[in-house]
């Protein structure tokens, strides 16, 4: 249920942001209230600290536009524990109207700069995407390299093409 409410807030900013012409604001200002969030996540969440001065806390943050109304709104519905929630939602809909796509990156040893820069290239010609590089250091893929872009995985593993040829002699048999 949480994931649903925290998804219907998320394009609610979302669709205020795109339609304000606010988009890079708000994003800045949602990461930003979301870094506070979480030095004053105790009192905001505690039961007996009352709305009044949880509210007051709010305003002490000196939050702006769609994000000062958000927190708002969350403080009344009690709902201000969703918040790292909303952001990320808010985060992949931005990404997805500027056409900017996370890949994960997993490989035994890490990539140099010229390395990484090269998939970076290559990802985005193939999929016509602005690519997010995120690198991940992984043992059990033996070698090569594993690539996940939202749901779809390019795996050039050494593990993956051991497991192959094994499945290959298996078959022989």
Do not use: C, W
Request: glycine letters at 8%.
């Amino acid at each position: 249920m949480g994931e649903v409410v925290s998804r219907k807030y998320s394009t609610a900013v979302f669709e205020a942001a795109l339609e304000d012409g606010t988009l890079e604001q708000t994003k800045a200002e949602l990461e930003r209230f979301v870094e506070l969030y979480g030095e004053a996540e105790a009192v905001l969440l505690a039961p007996s600290i009352s709305k009044q001065d949880k509210r007051l806390l709010l305003g002490s943050m000196q939050l702006s536009g769609l994000v000062n109304g958000l927190a708002n709104i969350l403080l009344e519905k009690d709902r201000l524990g969703i918040v790292r929630e909303i952001k990320f939602g808010f985060d992949e809909m931005a990404d997805e109207h500027a056409r900017i796509a996370k890949a994960v990156v997993s490989t035994v040893v890490p990539l140099n700069d010229g390395q990484l820069s090269e998939l970076k290239k290559n990802l985005e010609n193939a999929t016509g995407l602005s690519i997010r590089l995120e690198t991940e250091i992984d043992q059990a893929i033996i070698g090569g390299l594993v690539v996940r872009i939202g749901d779809k995985v390019l795996d050039g593993s050494v593990r993956s093409k051991l497991e192959k040829m094994l499945e290959s002699i298996r078959e022989i048999k």
